[in-house]
């Protein structure tokens, strides 16, 4: 569950901020992660390729960093008259992250400062009515360090590093 609070940078033209909370809730099949809140702040810039860098800081189970860095593009599709009145675009997007040793202890039983992941994803956002848009997506992300995956004995800890997840959301605002 995310609360999110977005505004034009006061006096500071094309530059955006982002402040909010997330409270993730896993799966009880997951089994050894608990539920956990961390807060964030971030930036985003208009320009060619919208770059925004976000600091996320887990303020429960793992007590640590988590920085992203990404950039996104939107393709405008309303041209092909899909759900002309509902679908615009299609928004495609890539970010690299980074975890603190504490962070990755928690997620990944490995106390290390590392690179974490690179994120691809294509959101599909359906536009219900002038305050929500319902979003889909497609994700396909990937370990950038080895060592997140591996245990001490040099054994992989999963058979993968590689991951598809699919994505649904509702987005308010107000």
């Keep these: 569950y995310t609360v999110d609070y977005t505004d034009a940078l006061p006096e500071v033209e094309g530059v955006t901020y982002s402040v ?9 099949t997951n089994g050894s992660l608990n539920a956990t809140t961390e807060i964030y702040a ?13 600091l996320y800081y887990d303020i429960d189970d793992a007590d640590g960093f988590y920085g992203n860095a990404g950039v996104s593009h939107s393709l405008d599709i309303s041209e092909y008259g899909l759900m002309e009145d509902m679908v615009n675009s299609v928004e495609l997007a890539a970010s ?14 490995d106390s290390v400062d590392a690179l ?3 994120v691809l994803s294509a959101t599909i956002p359906v536009e219900l009515c002038e305050y929500a848009t319902f979003k889909a997506s497609c994700n396909y992300v ?3 360090d080895n060592s997140l995956n ?9 058979q993968k590093s590689d991951y598809v997840y699919l994505g649904l959301g509702l987005a308010v605002a107000f």
């Design 150 to 158: 591996v245990n001490e004995s040099g054994t992989k800890k999963t």
């Design 116 to 118: 974490n992941d690179f």
């Design 96 to 109: 690299l992250g980074y975890g603190s040793s504490n962070f990755n202890q928690n997620y990944w039983s």
């Design 142 to 144: 990937t370990l950038m």
């Design 42 to 54: 971030g930036l985003g810039f208009d320009c060619i390729l919208n770059p925004t860098v976000t």
């Design 20 to 28: 909010g909370a997330i409270l993730y809730e896993f799966p009880p």
